[in-house]
């Protein structure tokens, strides 16, 4: 049997919101290990569909057997063309859509994939393995000014001219290939506060710029008036503020063209956080197409 580890975030929260009535068209732009796809296929059942992408085959495959029999179509694809993608599906306008973004524990936890600095593996962290330009190529490439840009814009680090500075000195003599070499650097250059690991800061911004995370996220956010049926909805679960704020001012500040489903952001209850740790951070905005 498949071993499936990643546990859906905010599932009830989200599937209230989203509402999804039987014989709806709907969108998982980022169906993972298929968790909330499979949820809102039960709701629009058999006369209803869900378009389901990711942009990591790996994690499709995952997803192909637990959605079986369901009215769901895969597609290996970036959420970022979803008009296109939509059009050459046949498909004019959708009832709702939802984007659980970034990444699934399965893949962090797969040193191969280079997202973890806890286990070493090549220092990769493309979502998508056939695209693009890798965390190697941006840390032994880029200029110590764009480096540190990047840290500073993408990890919120605060000592980002330093570790920049630092990662270029070394990779004169030595290019960074692994994530133990670059984690052992930053945390030689950066020192612990608290109980975070100062890797993580560098990680996360390496791992947005690899996958132009906020780039496909500004792409998708601005195409929506535009796919979304009016009475449609909208859900986006977002994971770190860069992302929050786009999702806020596309859905929350547009009163003309959406209609906020919740005052504030819907957290995690203290007893999925407990049980689902990635919970923990996640903020789920939904709007209702006006
Ligand atoms: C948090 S997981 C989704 C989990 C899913 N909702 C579930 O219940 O199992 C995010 C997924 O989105 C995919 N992803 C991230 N950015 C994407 C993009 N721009 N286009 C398509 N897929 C993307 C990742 O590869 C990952 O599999």
């Known amino acids: 049997m498949t071993k499936v580890t990643h546990v859906s975030v905010l599932p009830a929260e989200t599937l209230a919101l989203l509402a999804p009535q039987s014989g709806e068209v709907f969108v998982d732009c980022t169906a993972g290990l298929g968790g909330h796809a499979l949820a809102i296929a039960q709701a629009v059942g058999p006369t209803g569909r869900v378009i389901a992408l990711d942009q990591d085959a790996a994690m499709l495959a995952l997803a192909g057997p637990r959605l079986a029999g369901l009215p769901v179509t895969l597609l290996h694809a970036n959420f970022e063309s979803l008009p296109e993608l939509l059009a050459n ?46 965390a190697a190529d941006l840390v ?44 052992e650097l930053v945390r030689r250059t950066v020192p612990r506060s608290g109980s975070i690991d100062p890797a993580t800061r560098v990680f996360q911004a390496l791992r947005i710029a690899a996958n132009d995370e906020l780039g496909a996220l500004d792409r998708l956010l601005a195409a929506l008036p535009g796919l979304v049926r009016q009475g449609g909805r909208v859900a986006v679960i977002s994971f770190h503020s860069l992302e929050d704020r786009r999702v806020k001012s596309a859905l929350f500040k547009v009163p003309e063209v959406w209609h906020p489903l919740s005052k504030k952001p819907v957290e995690a209850g203290p007893e999925e956080q407990a049980r689902n740790p990635r919970a923990r951070s996640a903020k789920l905005r939904a709007a209702r197409r006006l």
């Not at 599906?89 to 191969?112: E, H, K, N, Y």
């Not at 990047?150 to 070394?170: D, M, N, T």
């Open 89 to 134: 599906a046949g498909v004019t306008r959708i009832d709702g859509l939802l984007a659980d973004l970034g990444f699934c524990s399965d893949q962090v936890s797969d040193p191969a994939r280079g997202f973890s600095f806890q286990a070493d593996g090549p220092l990769d962290m493309r979502l998508n393995p056939d695209a693009g330009a890798t």
């Open 140 to 183: 032994n490439t880029l200029s110590e000014g764009a480096l540190a840009d990047l840290i500073f814009e993408y990890g919120e680090e605060r000592k980002s001219r330093w570790v920049a500075k630092r990662i270029v000195e070394r990779r004169a003599t030595k290019p960074f290939t692994t994530t133990a070499d670059l984690a």
